[in-house]
């Protein structure tokens, strides 16, 4: 036993911790050894972020033991996490946009009280680190000019560069492409060869599967399975994850398509800089119909999204919904939009669908917050707005079942069912959905992909952008590839596979 | 010829000695606003440090205790700032304008309570002011060389040392600098300090280096005008300093021209000239400037959820 411990990088023992009245992490205990990938999974609210906030020192626990290297240490700060040789990747980047690469790098570890010596020997340093895990990136750039993909590289590289021995990735990969993905697989595989232990949190069983040594399950903040990665598989663990059969395959039945609901004819954005954003995008969207917008994220999908939702107006080309015409001379802002019966799950949930400070059952009515039975008369009807949100976290499994409870306090995936209930359960004409499962757990994206199902076979027109091929291949029952502003190709989806869209995404064929 | 010379050099140097408070507090303002906290109490904390200054020289006849005391007295107005906005996260412009409130009030009842003058302090002279050093006529005191020190020095702190990087940082994503490792609170504390130590020397300067004696209200908005400096120097030291001799002298030069009829437009209007400053500013504001150019954490306090 003595042995084991030693062999240990971190051991946790009974953690627990409560944010008021939601017990966040129930007596949690793990042990991860070192020079090993970890993989921990486990639902939306889980308790995967709160237990690795803890360990970070971000979060003090209520009860429980750390144990660093075999010997128990006290948390209060990062600070102490830092000393220990930990080092956190969080799901929201710590990076000051407007400071260079090197600033970032080296805030926290200037390595004195003047500056140019540490920018110095940071520069030689990630020199030498982009050799050796080819993370390479521009020390002079300033890291809002950066991609997502290149960002993180930036948050790994500031880990190693204080000498971490432990790294912590909290759903690193739900931001990347599948090639970024593929890139930071890569470079976790090489870390732990040189002797560095990552525990890896992760949503997506396919990575788990690839890289980690060990998984462990946690469910409603607890420890409940642990398993060689080798000795498990994606169903293994899917039914740990959410204690009952998973299943991965949707068997949808073919979509009987009716008339065109949504329509973009030759449709154009260019910005106040004169960037071609939209260009002459043709599109149709018909009840009871699914269609898929694939491509890697930035070639327009958002910008697509907020013209058809009526947040930008086109400046080129028209849009037709449920009968009224927009173009340039003719817009229409978001609200019309929704009377018309055009609903829309924006990508960023966190900016545009929700306001994290408002309640969850104010949340739960944003947008339609006019409507009876919300609102008599120019009052609100607390009570009923109440109900109605326990409702909806009732039909769509909202954890925990809390109207009062903050939205910024939900969980990523458990803000995201939240949304989708809010605007799934009004019986939309045309769905408009970006990113319906990012950052959402296995049992949900199983739950969300049904329910989008549902909603076609009730009629709905339903459009979704999706950076997840795997999701688009699964839903849409049309494929259209978006690239550089373009629609670059359609396919059935029948006749799609991964390969093909892959390339396309690509820009490197058309179909 | 000779005459135009003269004049060029009097405004010039009218120029600069206006302007010494606006550059003393707009670097001290600085400071603060590049970590975050946003000090609309400038003007407060420079009234109250004129006033301890003005009264403390008075009393003990030397300047330099003056000058002790005008920092000291901005600083407890600081620690006040930093007390409501840092450690009980308070909204930041409401603790400025409180801030102003009371250096307003508590100046004139101190003043009257102890000098009996209506809130003037007794005239200074002699060691009770700080005077000129070189050029009596142009009032060149040691002040005026702090001041054109102290933008280099704001340069050289923000952009080339550890406490300035962290001090941007800090400014602009202060969940950063926690996870870095490094303490918020502390770090804006000492960046609330260091403006608090800029205005209480711009208030010295005010009291018993430009001016001989402390009058009630002689700040005059300038604790404004060097905000309105900083956001029009985009929250960069060189810039705003130019933009602070560029107050200074359209404030000269209205001076000049207060009663001069010039042909075809008649008397100038003095009040359109020194409403200029607030005027571009707003224009500024308005348009030419992106809201992007200030720390992004400005008047946001910083909340760790636990
Ligand atoms: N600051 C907070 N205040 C109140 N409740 C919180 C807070 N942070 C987290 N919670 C709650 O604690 C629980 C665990 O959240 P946590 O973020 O650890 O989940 P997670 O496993 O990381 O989920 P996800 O996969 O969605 O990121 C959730 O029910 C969440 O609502
Ligand atoms: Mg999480």
Redesign the interface.
């Known amino acids: 036993m003595q042995e084991l411990t030693a062999d240990a990088a971190i051991e946790l023992r009974g953690i627990d911790k409560s944010f008021g009245s939601v017990h966040a992490v129930r007596g949690a205990s793990l042990r991860v050894e070192r020079g090993s990938i970890t993989g921990i999974v486990g639902e939306n609210g889980a308790g995967k972020s709160t237990l690795m906030s803890i360990l970070y020192g971000l979060y003090r626990a209520d009860a429980g033991e750390i144990l660093i290297e075999g010997r128990p240490v006290e948390m209060a700060s990062p600070r102490d996490a830092i000393g220990h040789g930990i080092g956190m990747v969080h799901q929201h980047f710590m990076l000051v946009d407007s400071f260079t690469v090197l600033e970032n790098l080296i805030l926290g570890a200037e390595g004195g009280a003047l500056l140019a010596g540490g920018l110095a020997a940071a520069r030689t340093e990630l020199a030498r680190l982009a050799g050796e895990y080819g993370l390479a990136v521009d020390p002079d750039a300033r890291v809002a000019d950066l991609s997502v993909g290149e960002q993180q590289r930036v948050e790994i590289l500031k880990v190693l560069l204080r000498g971490a021995r432990i790294l912590i990735l909290d759903e690193p990969s739900a931001v990347l492409t599948p090639q970024e993905t593929d890139r930071l697989l890569q470079i976790l595989r090489l870390l732990r060869d040189r002797g560095v232990t990552v525990v890896l949190i992760t949503h997506k069983l396919r990575e788990i599967l690839a890289v980690t040594d060990k998984v462990i399950v946690m469910r409603r903040g607890e420890v409940v399975a642990e398993r060689r990665t080798a000795e498990t598989d994606a169903q293994d663990l899917a039914e740990l994850m959410v204690g009952r059969t998973v299943r991965f395959d949707l068997d949808k039945a073919p979509a009987r398509e009716g008339e065109t609901m949504l329509a973009a004819r030759h449709l154009s954005l260019v910005d106040g800089r004169g960037v071609r954003l939209l260009d002459d995008i043709s599109l149709e969207v018909r009840a009871g119909e699914i269609v898929g917008i694939a491509g890697v994220s930035g070639n327009g999908q958002t910008e697509l999204l907020q013209v058809l939702s009526g947040i930008r107006p086109p400046t080129g080309g028209e849009i037709e919904a449920c009968g009224r015409r927009v173009d340039a001379a003719h817009p229409v802002d978001p609200a019309e939009m929704r009377d018309l019966g055009v609903a829309h799950v924006p990508e960023d949930r966190l900016r545009q669908g929700l306001v994290p400070a408002f309640l969850a059952s104010e949340t739960s009515i944003l947008g339609y917050q006019d409507r009876e039975p919300f609102c008599h008369n120019y009052l609100m009807d607390g009570p009923a707005v109440g109900r109605y949100c326990a409702d909806l976290m009732e039909r769509f499994d909202v954890r925990p079942r809390a109207p009062g409870l903050r939205s910024s306090n939900f969980s990523g995936g458990n803000q995201q069912k939240l949304i989708l209930a809010r605007e799934m359960a009004r019986n939309p004409k045309v769905l408009l959905v970006g990113q319906p499962t990012r950052g959402v757990d296995i049992g949900a994206i199983e739950f969300i992909r049904r329910e989008l199902i549902k909603s076609r076979d009730a009629g709905c027109a339903v459009l979704v952008v999706s950076v997840e091929l795997e999701e688009i291949l699964s839903l849409a029952d049309r494929i259209l590839v978006m690239f550089g502003g373009r629609i670059v190709g359609e396919v059935a989806a029948g006749e799609a596979d991964e390969r093909m869209l892959g390339l396309m995404m690509a820009g490197a064929r058309a179909a | 010829m000779e005459e135009t010379l003269t004049l060029v050099i009097a405004t010039l140097a009218a120029t600069l000695r206006v302007a010494t408070p606006l550059v003393l507090c707009a670097m001290g303002g600085l400071f603060s606003e590049k970590s975050g906290i946003i000090d609309v109490g400038l003007e407060g904390k420079m009234l109250m440090a004129a006033f301890f200054a003005a009264a403390t020289a008075s009393l003990t006849g030397s300047a330099w205790a003056g000058v002790g005391a005008a920092i000291l007295a901005a600083e407890v107005l600081a620690l006040l700032h930093g007390f409501a906005c840092i450690t009980h996260r308070g909204n930041q412009v409401v603790s400025g304008i409180a801030i102003n409130i009371l250096a307003m009030g508590l100046t004139v009842v101190l003043g009257a309570a102890w000098f009996g003058r209506g809130g003037q302090t007794p005239p200074l002279a002699g060691t009770e002011r700080l005077n000129p050093i070189f050029f009596p006529v142009a009032g060149d005191n040691i002040l005026v060389y702090v001041a054109l020190l102290s933008v280099p020095f704001a340069w050289w702190v923000i952009d080339?040392?550890?406490?300035?990087?962290?001090l941007?940082?800090v400014g602009?994503?202060p969940?950063?600098?926690?996870?870095?490792?490094?303490s918020v609170s502390w770090l804006r504390y000492r960046a609330v300090l260091l403006c608090g130590l800029f205005a209480g020397l711009a208030g010295a300067y005010l009291s018993i280096a430009q001016n001989a004696g402390f009058s009630r209200d002689m700040t005059a908005g300038q604790g404004f005008i060097a905000l309105a400096a900083i956001i029009f120097g985009r929250w960069r030291p060189v810039p705003a300093f130019g933009a602070c001799l560029a107050f200074g002298l359209l404030d000269a030069t209205a001076i000049r021209l207060q009663g001069v009829k010039l042909p075809g437009i008649g008397e100038v209007p003095v009040q359109l000239i020194q409403a200029l400053p607030y005027l571009l500013t707003l224009f500024l504001l308005a348009g030419f400037i992106g809201r992007t150019v200030a720390p992004?954490a400005a008047g946001v306090p910083y909340e760790?959820?636990?």
């Open positions: 080339r040392t550890r406490f300035g990087l962290r941007r940082a602009e994503v969940l950063a600098v926690d996870a870095a490792g490094i992004k760790k959820e636990h």
